[in-house]
């Protein structure tokens, strides 16, 4: 019979190890980082790191996992294609807004994304293959519908990232707003943020789809006309 109580200490070991590490690989960095700083912090021993993570940079990597399993919430759920790209777009950007604000991750989170995404490493990367390409691609599929492009379109990517820029800026940096735009402290909740920003976009991806060169073809230019004789 399997020891219970073992893996259940075991378990709350590694959580232990994983939330430490979180704090303080966001308040110092990998590289400065130590061993012992995350298992004193854990109550934890030396070894328990090696025993459930191998080393150091396993454990950097399991809690950029942690953050990744948590964050694929944000990526809006494939619909049937009914209805107009518009309206589709719209419960896209809803859907976004709110599971970034409903996710309540910690502080230390925040900071240590900061950090992974100013200096790169090759914990990020199934993190963007898992949550980030998603994103882009299910946004950007909806705006090169509604606006009559390919997706490929530089313009598409542009407005797609515009999408993104806005849900982070509106949700990560709050106590800035606040703080700029005092007023609006305690009145917008998701849906009011969310509504913002689906309309300010949609109006700039109606204005695209107006555009001559909506199916990525620049318009041609046009002829001046020649008087009889030949001449301009």
């Known amino acids: 019979m399997p020891n219970v109580k073992n893996n259940l200490s075991a378990q709350d070991t590694q959580r232990r190890l994983l939330e430490a590490a979180g704090i303080v ?73 709110q599971q970034m604000i409903r996710r309540g991750q910690p502080p230390w989170e925040r900071i240590l994304m900061a950090r992974e995404l100013a200096q790169p490493s090759p914990a990020l990367d199934p993190l963007i293959e898992t949550v980030g390409r998603p994103l882009h691609e299910r946004l950007g599929a909806l705006i090169a519908e509604a606006t009559g492009r390919r997706e490929d379109d530089d313009a598409v990517i542009l407005a797609t990232s515009s999408v993104i820029g806005q849900c982070l800026y509106h949700v990560e940096h709050q106590s800035l707003i606040h703080r700029l735009h005092p007023q609006l402290h305690g009145e917008l909740d998701t849906d009011q943020i969310a509504d913002h920003i689906a309309e300010f976009s949609l109006a700039g991806i109606r204005a695209m789809a107006r555009r001559p060169e909506a199916n990525g073809h620049k318009a041609a230019a046009p002829r001046k006309r020649r008087r009889r004789g030949g001449r301009p």
Do not use: C, M, W
């Not at 995350?38 to 191998?54: C, E, M, W």
């Not at 964050?71 to 719209?90: K, N």
């Open 25 to 97: 690989f966001a308040e110092r960095g990998f590289h400065s980082a130590t061993i012992k700083d995350i298992t004193d912090r854990a109550g934890a021993a030396l070894a328990s790191v090696n025993y459930h993570f191998r080393d150091k940079t396993e454990l950097y990597a399991a809690v950029i996992r942690r953050i990744q399993t948590d964050a694929a919430r944000i990526v809006p759920p494939v619909e049937e294609q009914t209805g107009p790209a518009i309206s589709r777009l719209r419960r896209a950007i809803l859907h976004v807004v």
